[in-house]
């Protein structure tokens, strides 16, 4: 008897697994704000039922078009780092939409995995997330559903300082030649030294222009260039920040990176030291099919275990937000 009750319990599961309601998901194209069209994929809260979709190099149990389930519900934009696309942290976007939110990943034109032609234009990317945002709230076909006055942004690397930027940052660019004399083999100094064709294209001035007032909290993990908001670019921030860093990242190594971020917020910011990992350990665990396709991106050092990790990296984001962009 005990086998046969085990047995329908199981298959029990695996059917109300199987229609079990999740995420929503769409991918769509929206203008950017130099006119070239802009990826956006989105998830939601969805009454529909899910099931499990191969998109490429990952597949995800979401619900494709579904409706959206919710009303006043927070919106949070995501900033990949140089070279990702939208669903570069597609299991921490999962993780929000079934917690209730609405999560709008970018792909940066010109600066992502098929298109690097403007990889070094970082300037460029904060409009990008405003544009998003305007299109989230103004356009997108569950709009009615957001609530307006509760957005953040959660950004990796470049996406990170993407996001800094949007929360009122403001970087003195002059100081990344000076940095690089110095320190040639970091990331961003080989970028530069690669890609000097590029450098003409960077045109935008920082200014408090780029700062996005209706973010009202971020989530910085391993952040490109932090050395370039001195000791005074970050304090017109005025929202909640949590801040990651991989103790063992060698493309943005300390204490020029995160650190430099964390000593010049003007609030101490909710901070993670992440023992033995790597820059890329924020993105989601990969697929057999993208290790082989980007092991640089997917290798794990010193026996790091990034699916263990993410569970409590998107434990403590859901936290974060869930707390920061409360309605009260």
Request: glycine share 10%; with cysteine.
């Amino acid at each position: 008897m005990k086998i046969i009750q085990t047995l329908v319990c199981a298959a029990l599961f695996a059917v109300v697994h199987a229609g079990a309601a999740g995420a929503g998901f769409q991918s769509i194209s929206i203008p950017s704000p130099n006119g070239a069209p802009m990826q956006v994929d989105i998830w939601y809260p969805s009454p529909a039922p899910v099931a499990t979709r191969n998109m490429g190099v990952i597949t995800q149990d979401v619900a494709i078009g579904a409706a959206v389930e919710g009303s006043r519900l927070p919106l949070i934009v995501f900033s990949h780092g140089t070279g990702g696309f939208g669903l570069s942290h597609y299991d921490t976007a999962l993780a929000l939409a079934n917690a209730g939110f609405v999560v709008a990943a970018l792909t940066h034109p010109g600066d992502n995995y098929a298109d690097r032609s403007r990889s070094v234009d970082i300037m460029a990317r904060p409009k990008h997330v405003s544009g998003a945002i305007d299109y989230m709230l103004g356009t997108w076909q569950g709009r009615t559903s957001l609530a307006p006055g509760r957005i953040g942004i959660l950004g990796h690397s470049a996406g990170a300082f993407t996001a800094l930027v949007n929360i009122g940052g403001i970087p003195d660019l002059t100081l990344i030649s000076t940095h690089c004399k110095a320190h040639p083999s970091d990331f961003a100094c080989t970028l530069l030294s690669q890609n000097k064709d590029q450098l003409p294209q960077i045109s935008t001035v920082p200014t408090k222009a780029l700062h996005d007032v209706r973010i009202g909290a971020a989530v910085i993990a391993a952040p490109a260039l932090g050395f370039t908001f001195g000791a005074t670019g970050l304090h017109g921030v005025d929202v909640p920040v949590q801040l990651w860093r991989a103790e063992d990242d060698v493309l943005l190594p300390h204490p020029w990176y995160a650190e430099a971020v964390r000593t010049s917020l003007p609030k101490q910011p909710d901070y993670h030291s992440v023992a033995k990992a790597g820059h890329f350990d924020f993105l989601a665990p990969c697929s057999a099919k993208l290790s082989s396709l980007a092991p640089q991106i997917c290798t794990n050092g010193n026996g790091f275990d990034r699916e263990l990790f993410h569970r409590r990296f998107n434990s403590d984001v859901v936290s974060f937000f869930t707390k920061a962009l409360s309605p009260g």
